[in-house]
């Protein structure tokens, strides 16, 4: 009698109280499928732990059976999962691992591994603050700040990385170990920003902000308006001060029931963002906006827990595809560039191409900050299409890196992390700050465990 081998990962059937799926297994496709529907990932198993001991039960025994790990918390960031084989990787997946506490006096939060940004922004919110999320509430608070996390409140306060205190990882060896500017500075230092390439995040502690409401809000226009409307955006975040912090998108929408009768359908163009003045000064910076006659306004006064429904993300998961490029400027020449890919009479199939502003805080390297403490660059360019089958995926990456070339003229050349849908160069973007992170990685993950959406080599 023959008996065959098993398969590397069924050493870890049991593992997670049975939460350890493997191909075949009846909750595999579901614990494998990320927020990117267009991500088709398929490793060797999915583990969802319920605890940092049971992460760190995954982690030895996926490295006794010879295999990898991918850290995935929301699976916002999986794209450039889309064409890189996992068949030798476990993928732990965060999502079970949630929770946030609240210190009001010390306006800190400590958050657990796969906590959302909604649940961080409603913990704080009874007490009169706030946090550095992006512009969609269901974005993991762990991928979003290990790549640096731009944020409305961005120009002003800088990168969200740059709000973490201490990070909580279960590392290779499968210790868990507390990184702070004190302990394992070298591990904390590459981790803010170097993304998912040292260990399973399981918690962090970070800075809240002292805001209980902010001024915020979106101007909307008919697409036929952007030959006005992109130009005077680009002059008008020339001169604002820092406390503005805006994106501008041309949209295309297809007619769809369950879209409100001002988006179904439609092309437009929208500025939203957020303004960290008081209503009158927040309405002076707005007027030469607000003069180009917005068919809706609705800048006002909000509860801060409601910026992050501002920018209109997918309220549930989505099949998209991206590309992604830091600009330097935004001159007439590079604004008709935009018009010529976006603007009025194109059938484009991205459904947005987003200009974010950058520049303040976000450009200054903040004192004692990780490896991506600051960002150059003045604008962030960002184009999404949605890919529900292959062959709208194949168009909305062309019209997208068509978008890309039509503005590289002005780009810079380097990348923002959780922009870039594809496997970054993170040399390219680190500079001569990646020998340092290449030696934090070495220390730290001697055996190149760790599979990162952007590796570090
Ligand atoms: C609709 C939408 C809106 C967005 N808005 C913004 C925005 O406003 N600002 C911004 O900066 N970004 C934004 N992003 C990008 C987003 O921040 C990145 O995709 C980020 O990587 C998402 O983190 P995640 O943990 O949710 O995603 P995941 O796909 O789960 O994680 C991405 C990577 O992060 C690492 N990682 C995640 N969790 C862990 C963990 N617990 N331990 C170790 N490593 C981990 C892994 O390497 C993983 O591959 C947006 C993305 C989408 C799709």
Known sequence: MTTTPLSPAEHLRGLCAGRVHLPGDPGYDAARTPWNLAVDQRPAAVAVPHSADEVADVVRAAAAAGLRVAPQSSGHGAGPFMRRDLGDTVLIRLHEITGVTVDAEARTARV?????????????APHGLTAMHGSAPDVAVAGYVLGGGLSFYGRRHGLATNSLRAVEVVTADGSLVRATADDHAELFW????????????????????PYADVFAGMLLWDRERAPEVVPAWAAWTREVPESVTTSLRVMSFPPLPELPPFLSGRQIVVIDGAVLEDDDRAAELLAPLRALAPEMDTFARIPAAGLTAVHMDPPAPAPAVADHAVLAELPEEAVAAYLGE?????????????LRHLGGALARPAEGGGVASHLEGTYALFCVAIAPFPEAAAQGIADAAAMCAAMAPWTTGTHVLNFSDSPVDVASVYGDRYERLRAVRAAADPHGLFVAHHPVA
């Open 342 to 354: 976006v603007g009025p009479g194109s059938t484009t199939s991205l459904l947005f191409a987003e």
């Open 190 to 209: 590459a981790l803010r920003g170097g993304g998912g390439n040292f260990g399973v995040v399981v918690a962090v502690e970070l800075d809240l902000l």
């Open 112 to 124: 657990l591994g796969g906590t959302l940004w909604q649940d961080v922004v409603t913990a704080a």
